[in-house]
């Protein structure tokens, strides 16, 4: 199984999460942020569950600029992006894209 969502958060400009996708099979998952107006601080997790209700983060990109973070060997059933902290710059906006495998 291979799921690629780009732009899932696609240009947010404030704090939440995506809707959960099923990911049911997928052991190794990435997630790419890219921000735009400057912001002084971002933070987008990657979060995993197995039932829907409670999320756990797996990885976590932290940086004004954006950047990427990777896990292996994980298995859950669903999985979410989740902009948790966005501050500072010029309307900034976060655009966030996740490949599962």
Known sequence: MS?????????ATATGATAALEVTGATSFGL???TTGSPSDVQVHLEASING???TSIATVQTPGG???FVTGRATRYIRANLTFLVGGSSP????????A
Do not use: I, R
């Open 32 to 34: 790419q942020v890219s």
């Open 93 to 100: 906006t976060v655009t966030a894209s996740v490949v599962a």
């Open 67 to 69: 950047g990427m973070d």
């Open 3 to 11: 799921v690629v969502m780009p732009n899932w958060l696609n240009a």
């Open 53 to 55: 209700t409670n999320w």
